[in-house]
């Protein structure tokens, strides 16, 4: 269950990152539609994956919207974000949500006034129950930067590899 807080305006730096507080939920192998790593709007995976570095990104998706008949994500693909509670960098490739109309769903609209992103977590070859349980376990409410710069602490690697990655909270950290 998320944290109740009171939205916030997004801080927008000299250098042009903005700091957002986001609704951050996880999908993976299990979980994605289809099952497995497909994505909608490859950037520079072919499949959602990524080592959460600055150069190499883990895939995000997010909310959508239909205007006359185009797809339009919420975010343009390949927005780089970075996420300090994970310290790793993401990158815009892929659509959130599900059913006939995903793009009214919660991903679109948003969480308590909160933006909506869906992290890729991995779990492929893995427990099904264990990415789904990592899953739980990094949805909340977090800090989120758009167009980071590229000096922030990373950990690099999928954030489920059979265990889930540490969580650090919302304080930032460069390198």
């Known amino acids: 269950m998320p944290s109740v807080t009171t939205p916030s305006t997004p801080v927008v730096s000299s250098a042009g990152e903005v700091r957002i507080s986001a609704y951050t939920t996880a999908y993976g192998w299990p979980d994605n539609t289809p099952a497995g790593?497909?994505?909608s709007n490859p950037v520079i995976h072919s499949g959602a994956g990524g080592t959460g570095t600055f150069a190499d990104p883990i895939t995000m998706a997010v909310g959508h919207s239909i205007i006359?008949?185009?797809?339009i994500l919420d975010y343009p693909a390949g927005t780089k974000f970075y996420v300090p509670n994970l310290r790793r960098y993401f990158i815009v490739e892929d659509t959130c949500g599900d059913g006939n109309s995903p793009q009214n769903g919660p991903c679109h609209t948003g969480y308590q006034g909160h933006v909506w992103v869906d992290l890729?977590?991995?779990g492929q070859g893995l427990s099904s129950s264990g990415t789904?349980?990592?899953e739980d376990t990094v949805t909340d409410i977090h800090t989120i930067i758009e167009n980071p710069a590229s000096t922030y602490a990373v950990v690099p690697g999928p954030v489920y590899n059979g265990s889930c990655a540490q969580q650090f909270g919302e304080t930032v950290v460069t390198q």
């Open 37 to 39: 790593n497909a994505i």
């Open 68 to 71: 006359n008949g185009n797809d």
């Open 120 to 122: 890729w977590i991995g």
């Open 132 to 134: 789904l349980a990592c």
